[in-house]
């Protein structure tokens, strides 16, 4: 096949190119530089073309290529006219794949679907490790589940990995932003570089990963019917996330433009320290579902050694072009275009190797009841089938103790004011095999951590200086919490001094229902009483939100 790569001497691009020469296609190397094209195509042996894709893209088509592939970007840049190079392979009647890694480019260009179907052409966008490779993966993960509760994705390269000037005007252009995320069945707010996690790829191999926005994050939730999807990036030095966190909080009080010279510059002093770190970087494709009343984990992951990282948002392409007559027509973002076992065989001449796992992924609650998690009912084990993130909303009635000790307790941990009623969000966040409970009471908050316990039956949570142990008694369907144990600071609590818990959750007509009631040590009678409903926040997910506004014209 004749194939045309626009950015093709760049990181992403030269690699693809060098793998397609590789599979026997006929490439043509198109950039502004001529001079860098025409090396890169006398070392692989191939073809090179001067174009200047902002100022005449149809010069790109000198080279009547059958397919084109848009490895140049950065994507969001691409201003009023993004789609201007697709319209043109519509028009010189050429199939066409990019690498976009923007969320709202590729959900967008959808847009073109009709007239790309009239015409048996393919126009796929994000052809590269996101969606590309993570979409195709998550479908075989989620294989025979009945329902999906969480999709997640972690890219962790190197540091000695090349970095391009789009890949970083990109990432960095995120920082010091605000992105929605579906999670727990609920658009949410998420800091770009936050919710930092441990990912572990391999043995000795495991790094920081923090959120950046990515074409998974705005078309999984409808595509695989998922409660969550996440995505998460790092860095493998910890120096270079700093500086990273450091940028975003900068952008929140500059918000300045990484025009491509900013992005030079920063790309220029991240190479500074290309001597440390590895070459070895990898990725995740984690997906959690149920399976019948079993809820499983199954992990995909990639590790790439010997520096041949950056070939891995070429493998997607290499996989399709290698097909392409046989990939439905239509324009749409590239998802489950290929099968896992087409994109490994993709990089069977790499330094790649992959491996699958599954294990039981049970909720915190549902590990700590054992059997007597089928004891409750459907209402309360909602409550308590976390997997991400989940947020609950009721009412509740407070009341508050009068005591001395009481009044006290109440302030030091934040316990709301007595009302008869007052609107309360419980929102949830597992973190590891804990979970993080945040109780917000008409604006007072007030949170806890709980961990699993040594025992079966019991869990633990966390209040400040404090650690309770308690019991989790099972009877007619409604769950109990006493206190059993504490420690201050990891010291043991004598049993006159752990406060007493009346605490109990059940069901009506199949609804939630709590009923809270904590009692201070030494007898000081009721601390806090709060006893209500709540109901799950959670939602179908909508279709992506596309740039299918932007106005479909003719290309000139």
């Known amino acids: 096949m004749k194939v045309t790569i626009a950015g093709g001497y760049g990181v992403f691009g030269s690699r693809l190119a060098e793998l397609l020469v590789r599979d026997g296609h006929a490439v043509t190397i198109a950039g502004r530089d001529r001079g860098k094209a025409e090396a890169l195509a006398k070392r692989l042996g191939c073809a090179a073309l001067a174009v ?6 149809a010069a790109l088509f000198a080279s009547a290529p059958e397919a084109v592939v848009d490895a140049a970007g950065p994507f ?5 006219d993004p789609y201007r190079l697709p319209r043109l392979c519509i028009d010189y009647g050429a199939d066409y794949l990019d690498l976009s890694d923007d969320a ?6 959808a847009a073109l679907d009709g007239a790309a179907r009239e015409k048996g052409l393919r126009l796929l966008s994000g052809v590269s490790s996101v969606p590309g490779i993570s979409s195709s993966v998550a479908a075989d993960l989620r294989a025979g589940l009945d329902e999906v509760l969480l999709i997640e994705t972690a890219i962790l390269p190197g540091n000695r990995a090349p970095r391009g000037v789009s890949v970083i005007a990109s990432i960095v252009g995120q920082l010091g932003t ?5 999670r727990g069945g609920a658009w949410r707010d998420q800091a770009c570089w936050g919710d930092g996690r441990r990912v572990r790829l391999t043995q000795g191999m495991t790094r920081t990963a923090r959120f950046i926005e990515t074409p998974d994050i705005r078309l999984f939730p409808s595509f695989f019917k998922a409660r969550s999807v996440m995505f998460r990036a790092g860095m493998e030095l910890g120096l270079l996330d700093a500086a990273m966190r450091g940028i975003g909080l900068l952008r929140r009080a500059w918000t300045f433009d990484v025009t491509p010279g900013r992005a030079e510059f920063m790309r220029c ?7 440390f770190g590895t070459d070895r970087g990898g ?3 984690t997906v959690i579902g149920r399976a019948g009343r079993s809820t499983v984990r199954r992990d995909w992951r990639l590790i790439a050694e010997a520096g041949d990282g950056p070939y891995i948002p070429a493998v997607a392409a290499r996989a399709l072009l290698g097909r392409l007559a046989s990939v439905k027509p239509g324009a749409r973002p590239c998802l489950a275009e290929t099968t896992r076992t087409e994109l490994e065989d993709a990089m069977a001449d790499l330094s790649v190797s992959t491996s699958l796992e599954e294990a039981p992924a049970p909720s915190l609650f549902q590990a700590a009841l054992a059997d007597r998690w089928e004891d ?3 209402a309360v084990q909602v409550l308590h089938d976390v997997h991400d993130i989940d947020s609950f909303s009721g009412t509740a009635k407070v009341t508050r103790g009068t005591s001395p000790v009481a009044r006290l307790a109440a302030r030091f941990f934040g316990f709301p004011q007595a009302t008869e009623a007052i609107a309360l969000t419980v929102t949830k966040t597992r973190r590891g095999s804990g979970e993080i409970w945040e109780r917000n009471f008409g604006g007072r908050v007030f949170r806890s951590y709980l961990t699993p316990a040594p025992y079966p039956y019991r869990y633990r949570e966390r209040f ?5 142990e308690q019991d989790l008694p099972v009877e007619d369907g409604c769950m109990r919490l006493p206190v059993r144990r504490g420690w201050l600071l990891g010291v043991p609590l004598p049993r006159f001094l752990l406060p007493t818990s009346e605490s109990r959750e059940f069901a009506v007509d199949g609804v939630f229902h709590f009923d809270v009631a904590l009692g201070a040590p030494l007898g000081g009678g009721l601390i806090v009483r709060y006893q209500g409903s709540l109901q799950p926040d959670r939602r179908d997910p909508e279709p992506a939100r596309t740039v299918s506004e932007v106005a479909i014209q003719p290309a000139h």
Request: net charge negative; hydrophobic share 50%; proline share 8%.
């Open 269 to 275: 002093v991240a190479n500074l320290f290309l001597a």
């Open 76 to 80: 969001q840049t691409y201003g009023e």
């Open 52 to 57: 200047d894709l902002r100022a005449d893209p």
């Open 376 to 378: 409750l009912p459907p």
């Open 283 to 285: 990725m995740l494709v």
């Open 464 to 468: 400040w200086l404090f650690n309770y």
């Open 178 to 182: 605000t992105s929605r995320v579906w």
């Open 104 to 109: 709202s480019f590729t959900a967008g260009i």
